[in-house]
């Protein structure tokens, strides 16, 4: 059995190309953007925007946590909305209110619905059928683009990509380095980020960055050196 097969894998001549491309873009455009922010933007500025953009997630992750029968997590996406964007319009600190991230691949998961074949998508990143139902459904099921304009929603998905960016560029560099194959330890970390996230064990957003769609801590990016799965 071909190795694309038994990894779950079918489209992975396809996939590499999409990757290659994507790791290009990033190189070009994400990368670039995301260091200056980190390291030109006012450190005082940085919570505020990015609380905000977190912000912009909870409603979506209202709506997924009651789909999933997760009063519990409804409760805490609703509550950090209702209570940070008031604060956040009068100037004031953030309150200590953990972010809750839901999105319809999630949903489809705690339904049943298995994760289906590994895909990659231009631009958005790492997937698989099952969470790329989902992104299209999140697109046209999104609250808040049922009340606001498109710009919306490009912004906080643009503004989110170079926040995640921004926060694992040495172990995005670090995992490019060190992986056998950078293209496969992608696609194993991000399977493994999927499987913590339905579990609710993960805390990011879903929404995927451009070229990765991953949040890696300080030992994933460093540790990450075999083909993966």
Do not use: C
Not at 51 to 75: K, V
Not at 157 to 171: E, F, K, L, Y
Request: proline share 8%.
């Amino acid at each position: 059995m071909a190795e694309f097969e038994k990894a779950n894998d079918p489209f992975e001549p396809a996939n590499r190309l999409v990757f290659a491309a994507n790791v290009a873009v990033d190189q070009l455009v994400l990368q670039p953007t995301a260091v200056t922010y980190r390291d030109l933007f006012p450190n005082e500025l940085k919570p505020p925007i990015e609380n905000f953009i977190t912000n912009l997630f909870m409603p979506l992750s209202f709506l997924h946590s009651l789909l999933q029968g997760d009063m519990e997590r409804a409760n805490m996406a609703a509550t950090r909305f209702f209570t940070a964007l008031p604060t956040f319009l009068l100037g004031n600190t953030m309150p200590d209110k953990q972010p809750v991230f839901e999105d319809a691949g999630q949903t489809l998961a705690v339904w049943g619905f298995e994760q289906g074949p590994y895909v990659m998508l231009p631009l958005i990143g790492p997937s698989s059928l099952r969470d790329t139902f989902g992104t299209i459904g999140d697109f046209f099921f999104d609250p808040v683009g049922w009340v606001t304009d498109t710009p919306v929603t490009i912004g906080r998905a643009t503004g989110n990509a170079i926040v995640r960016r921004s926060n694992n560029i040495d172990q995005v560099r670090d995992l490019q380095r060190n992986s056998l194959d950078y293209y496969a330890a992608v696609r194993s970390l991000y399977r493994q980020q999927r499987e913590d996230q339905v579990r609710n064990g993960g805390s990011v957003p879903v929404q995927p960055a451009p070229t990765l769609g991953l949040d890696l801590d300080e030992d994933s990016g460093a540790k990450e050196t075999a083909s993966g799965q």
